[in-house]
């Protein structure tokens, strides 16, 4: 079992910030679809697309 605040798609790019927590169970699918979230449970096969905004982060480094 696993909560989420937040879904990280390839660290440092793509971020998608949910309005609610989501909780996901043992065999739950996430995945990103046209700029959202969406679910299918493992049980009943049910698609869920949670709110929240998908967000691009961008991280500068600096080689020393």
Known sequence: MLLL????????????????????TSGDQIWAECSSVVVRR???????RPAGNMNAERWAYKLL
């Open 5 to 24: 605040d937040r879904v990280d798609f390839e660290p440092g790019c793509y971020v998608f910030d949910l309005d609610q927590p989501l909780f996901l």
């Open 42 to 48: 493992a049980v009943t096969g049910v698609l869920e």
